[in-house]
Structures are given as structure tokens and as C-alpha cells.
């Protein structure tokens, strides 16, 4: 005999009386409905369980670092490369395996030997200190760098948006190995000044000759962040940055010094947060140098300030 599972309209208001919200979750083999995570939110938990899972990795390498008896040791640990997908993939960083993390990258930026000795793009590489520069992890990367001779060292790179990413890249734009975050600015701007004050080159890039991979210098690379009015973005121009760089995938570097340049993405404003930050970095002594155009534009605004207060003059202060 075969019974079947009838729900007239009685029958379901009384059910609505008798227990509220048991309709919505309940079918006739009694067989709970889950309610589906919307994409946003999935994406949100997912970026988040990342950060969490990269800073557990850092302090991991800080405290082997810790221990390590040399300088020359120190760095070969910050500058180690690791595969940056098999991290995303540990549910807990006590799962990590050091062997499995160096399996299909390489110390080159660009190409890695596989287990059969063949050329393959080092897509997945990073290496820790070049995830503490992107993690903005000020308090690892000040501590790290009194060991690193060369911070310009392509060794020290990791893989950005389509091309490998110097320490620069990541200074200026802190979003990968993923996009979606709020970038600690102050952690980020102080990052920018301890690379510059060991000589970081702002216009230096990965070169190759291999079909598909970009090329963009440090301030013009990325595809995410958005460059207006962005504190990273005048730092850089004072420590170097070329403002017409061009970029990777038409992006470019969107600066324009011009004041009141039509059809320029900066106007006036710009221009004043690049001399007031200017004016704040000299007087902390920074090593800042800036190219001969933005020099220029610096001499501009100041002749233009030294004008405005001079127009002050004829002021008398009353008794």
C-alpha cells in the first residue's frame, strides 16, 4: 500500500498556528531546507578566513626567523618561495607542510623546472616577505629588512595582477594575493618609507620576453585599487615613481600634475596633497626624490604659497 503526502490549505494554516517557521523548513520526509549563502557573503568569509590563515603563516616564519643563528639564514628564510595556492588550500595552518609548499614554484620570478624538468610560468609564487609587504605587516617587514641587502632583489617577489610583482609593486598596491580588503593605510605608508630608506626603485620591473605576462612599472600595475586622491600614489611620486609610467593592460599610471588639466583624473587638489605631504616628508628628514616633473610641480606650488603669503604683507597687526 502506498501512502501519499497530501497538504491541503487546512492543513497548512494549522501547521502555520501550531509551530510558526516549521513550514518553511520542514518537507514530508521531514528532510531540513538550508538556506543558501548568497555569493557576496560567501566571497566576504572566504577573504576573511585568508587573512586570517596568511598572518597565522607570517607569525609562523617570524618566530623561525627568531631562531635562526645568522643574517644569511634569516633571509633565506624570508626569501624562500612558497606556493601561494597551497596555502589558500589548508583549512589550518597546522596543517602546513613546508615540503608540499615548495612543490610547483621556483626561485625565478617568471619560469619554474616541474618534476620533469620542464619551463612552466611560476603563477603561484610568493615569498614571505613579499606577503608581509602585501599583508601590511609593518611590524614584520621593519624587522626583516635590517637583513635584506637589496630590496630590489627580484628573488624577494611574489606573482600581482597578471605579472610578478617586485616589493615595490606591493608597497604601492597592498591587495594581492587577494583584492578585496581595507588596506591599513598607515601600516602601508610606513612600509613605503622603510623600503625607500633602503634604496627602493619605484620604476624597476620584472623583464621577459614570455607572451601574455605583463610589465607594468610599480605605480601604473594592478587592475583594483583606485588611484584617485590615494596617499600610496603621491608617496611613491615623491620617492621616485614615474607619473606617466605606462601600465599593464591600458591601465597606466593616471596621474596628471597639470593643474586644471581637462580630461585629467586629478585636478588642484591633487597637486596640494602631493606638496603638503612633500612639505610633511622633509621634515622628517625622509629620503625622498622625486622625478624632474613632479620636482617641477613642487617648485610650482611652492613659488605659488610663497606668492599667496606675500600678498599678506600689507597686513598691519592692530593695537
Sequence with gaps: MTFKCILTKTTALALVLLAPGALATATCDD?????????????????????????????????????????????????RPFNIEYLKSLSSIDDFNADEAKKGVGPDPIVYM?????????????TPIALAVAMSRADLVEVWLSFVPNVNDHKLSGWGYRQPYTLAHFAVEPLYPWTERTVPMQAALRILNLLAAKGLDLQDYVSHDQMGIYTGLPL?????????????????????????APGTSSHGTRVRLEKQSEGGYWDNDFVEALYTDAKKQVKMNAPIRPLETVAKTLEEQRVEELALLQSFSFLTVQD
Excluded at 594592478?222 to 603621491?234: C, Q, S
Design 114 to 126: 616541474n618534476e620533469e624538468q620542464q619551463g612552466r610560468i611560476n603563477l603561484n609564487k610568493f
Design 220 to 244: 601604473g600595475a594592478g587592475n583594483h585599487r583606485p588611484h584617485t586622491m590615494d596617499p600610496l600614489t603621491i608617496r611613491a611620486l615623491l620617492y621616485g615613481a614615474d607619473p606617466k
Design 31 to 79: 528532510t531540513p531546507v538550508v538556506e543558501k549563502e548568497d555569493f557576496a557573503t560567501r566571497r566576504t568569509r572566504e577573504f576573511a578566513r585568508l587573512e586570517n590563515l596568511y598572518g597565522q603563516y607570517l607569525d609562523k616564519i617570524a618566530f623561525q626567523v627568531r631562531i635562526c643563528q645568522s643574517d644569511a639564514a634569516k633571509e633565506e628564510l624570508i626569501a
